[in-house]
């Protein structure tokens, strides 16, 4: 019954078939670069989508984890009815959808393994075909990031909304990444646009005022100044927001851990389950709790 729903709630799953042969779904994708919005099957957006976001050279059920995800997510964003411009259903911009990328300029990007990694990314999205994360009858918002740094972080702590299957889950898996641990060094000056005058002074001063429950940073203060840690992160292009803060020689020195919003899936963290031998589905289940993997038939 939830698959009958699901279906009958997306409009792009109302297609013409040829006979005899199973045609995937058709969804239209805005491509930001080039200001247009193209038309693609579901499953082959999939492909440049999982081509995109995570690295190819990672094992095949971590591209499947993430070929679930992005299914998911583009799911769920399309019964959603958000509108990109263009009137496209999705949008190849990470900062309001998924990153896409075509076959050509994947090719591009890996001259010299083009073929392999490419096939092996849709071997991922074939052998998960339909399939999807949902929680009680409802495709999950199945958000991702690349690096959590040993432990997410959990809805309640970025929305003020418990979410069940976004809760905060230790992982030692993503060790491999360059942004498990990383340090940032910034001078007065550098922190200049974060304050409503045009530098903070010569001398930092610092206070954390609050931190979640996985230990990111959520309030902080600098000069007398009160910030969200968010807010930070994107004024000063900071991996994350789990710090570690000290002063040295007038500088600001941010030790961070992880890279991203740390909710949902960690690639990374995908990258090493698979290198273990762990399946997409155990990869999934521990990431997003109390979750069902339900595959749509068209």
Known sequence: M????????IIFFQKTRTPDIEEEPR??????????VVELGLEEYLTGTV??????????????AQ??????????????????????????????CQAYVSPQEFARRNPSHYRELWSKIETAVKETRGMVMVYRGEPIDALYHSTCGGKTESAVATTGRE??????VDCGYCQASRYYQSQ?????????????????????????????????VSRLEINGQSFYAE????????PSTWWELSNQNGDLIINSRGY???????????????????????????????????????
């Open 163 to 168: 979410i069940a299957y976004l809760r905060s």
């Open 231 to 238: 807010t930070m992160r994107r004024t000063l292009n900071l």
């Open 67 to 96: 070929a679930v995800c992005a299914r998911t997510y583009a799911i769920r964003k399309i019964i959603e009815g958000r509108s990109y411009p263009g009137g496209a259903q999705l949008s190849d911009d990470i900062n309001s």
């Open 2 to 9: 939830i698959v009958a729903l699901l279906l009958s709630s």
């Open 27 to 36: 969804i239209t994708l805005y491509l930001s670069a080039q200001q247009r």
């Open 260 to 298: 991203g919003h740390g909710l949902g899936l960690c690639q990374y963290g995908a990258g090493g389950m698979a290198s273990q031998g762990k399946s997409f589905e155990k990869i999934l289940k521990h990431y997003y709790q109390d979750i069902q993997l339900l595959t749509l038939k068209y």
């Open 184 to 216: 940032q060094v910034f001078s007065p000056q550098d922190l200049a646009p974060l304050f409503k005058s045009s530098s903070p002074g010569q001398k930092i001063n610092l206070k954390v005022l609050a931190r979640t429950g996985s230990g990111r």
């Open 51 to 64: 081509a995109a976001e995570m690295p190819a050279g990672f094992g095949v059920e971590a591209l499947k």
